[in-house]
């Protein structure tokens, strides 16, 4: 666990890291690093301090173009993540983008309760700057997905006739939580797939793909969401 120090060691204590870091790789790596940046992918990730995507995935500085922001949204409308879209893709040619959620994930815990609103037809009013960063979760996720809540419930009920009220009801919580961190990802996997940059680059035949994962905080693991839009997303019928 890292330990909170006082201001001015704390700004030591990274200088001196990043000395020794510089050390490490050698003046030669970054020459040849500061010319230009071919990263291999753009990665949408949660600012949680435990999904760095370059460290769960052994990558080194200029692998990985990242994006990162509370519960790894990518907004049609915020152009801060359109940017990187559009700087990733069209400036630097990347062709795989992997939205990487999170279970455990704090921000969209953090909306469990507007949920709860959501389901008793109360009125919910976004107070902090997470809730309205999160607020169009319950309309984009929660609501479309609700027979899949339902029916973890089923399922629960059937497969653990001899557990408490209790257990089952905690069970049910933990399934919807990890469910609605998923549909998260698959949403946001979805709203990239909608915007300029990759439809423009989907029609002069640039096979961009893009990917939905989940990291174990856990388990140290990556999970497919199998979610994956890809150029044939354009021939869809509907
Ligand atoms: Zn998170």
Same mark, same amino acid.
């Given at each position: ?38 990263? @291999? ?43 990187? /879209?559009?700087?990733?893709? @069209? ?11 999170? $279970? ?11 949920? $709860? ?6 009125? $919910? ?19 479309? @997905? ?8 089923? *399922?629960?009920?059937?497969? $653990?006739? *001899?557990?408490?009220? *209790? ?12 469910? /609605?961190?998923?549909? @998260? ?54």
């Amino acid at each position: 666990m890292f330990e909170q120090k006082e201001p001015e060691s704390m700004k030591l204590k990274f200088i001196e890291d990043n000395l020794n870091f510089a050390k490490l790789k050698g003046s030669e790596f970054f020459e040849q690093s500061a010319d230009e940046q071919k990263p @291999n992918s753009l990665w949408i990730c949660c600012s949680d301090s435990r999904v760095s995507p370059e460290l769960i995935t052994q990558s080194d500085i200029g692998e990985i173009f990242v994006l990162r922001n509370v519960a790894n949204q990518f907004r049609l409308k915020d152009l801060g993540s359109l940017s990187a /879209l559009e700087y990733a893709v @069209n400036k630097l040619n990347v062709r795989h983008i992997f939205v990487c959620g999170h $279970y455990g994930c704090g921000g969209v815990n953090h909306i469990i309760d507007p949920v $709860y609103y959501a389901d008793s037809n109360k009125e $919910y009013t976004p107070r902090t700057h997470i809730d309205k960063w999160l607020s169009n979760f319950i309309d984009d996720v929660y609501v479309p @997905n609700r027979p899949e809540f339902s029916k973890i419930f089923d *399922d629960i009920l059937k497969d $653990y006739k *001899d557990s408490t009220v *209790d257990e089952r009801r905690d069970m049910y919580i933990q399934k919807k939580k990890d469910l /609605l961190l998923e549909l @998260n990802v698959k949403k946001q996997v979805s709203n990239i797939s909608k915007t300029d940059v990759v439809k423009n680059a989907w029609k002069d035949g640039i096979e961009i793909v893009i990917h939905g994962l989940m990291y174990d905080l856990k388990t140290g693991k990556l999970k497919d969401l199998d979610c994956d839009h890809d150029i044939n997303y354009l021939k869809r019928p509907w």
